[in-house]
């Protein structure tokens, strides 16, 4: 089985590279391929060029690469920060370019159909944004934005998330309790069926 695991935090040895790590350490453990992208460590470029619109094939040396990664995998984890109620400008950069029209989806004539193999995908995120007044205030657009207009769009049904705050708050104990559920979760959601 083949894990893409995605990170998207500029600081290294933030705790989202905790969480990146503790996930691809469980996945390893338990016998999976792991594909490790680091989008700041690796320089990811976000933007999308007007080459790339619709359904013309990247020509990105680099965006080739995730494309093809993308489509062979069977998992998809991804690791990043809640900033503004979305996810870093390079992740949706990565979105834009890879999981993109003709490689994770197509239009039909019944509609938009998922082209994507992965069967399960993984989201984690982090928050300094108490999660009782983040629901109060915005709702959860994440979870949205990620089981509704990207994994189910393109075909993954079996969707986890998990929002861990207050990462600023948070105590030594709460960040090795947020790891263990890391290790779980992704435990869970790549078992062999």
């Not at 790339?52 to 920060?81: F, K, M, Y």
């Not at 490689?103 to 082209?115: C, K, M, N, S, T």
């Amino acid at each position: 089985m083949q894990i893409s695991v995605i990170l998207a935090h500029p600081r290294p040895g933030s705790f989202n590279h905790a969480i990146a790590s503790a996930a691809a350490e469980a996945l390893l453990n338990a016998r999976r391929t792991v594909n490790f992208h680091d989008l700041y460590a690796e320089k990811f470029d976000p933007l999308l060029t007007a080459d790339e619109l619709g359904s013309e094939p990247p020509t990105s040396p680099q965006v080739r690469a995730h494309t093809r990664e993308i489509t062979s995998a069977d998992g998809i984890v991804i690791v990043h920060p809640n900033w503004w109620a979305q996810p870093p400008a390079i992740l949706k950069g990565w979105v834009d370019r890879v999981i993109r029209q003709g490689i994770a989806y197509e239009f039909r004539a019944e509609g938009p159909v998922g082209l994507l193999k992965a069967k399960a995908a993984v989201v984690f995120n982090t928050s300094n944004t108490p999660l009782d007044q983040e629901m109060t205030l915005y709702g959860d657009p994440l979870q949205n934005l990620w089981k509704t207009c990207i994994f189910d769009f393109c075909g993954i049904k079996s969707f986890v998330r998990r929002n861990y705050t207050s990462v600023i708050m948070s105590t030594p104990q709460q960040r090795a309790a947020w790891l263990a559920d890391v290790r779980d979760v992704v435990a869970s959601a790549f078992a062999e069926k």
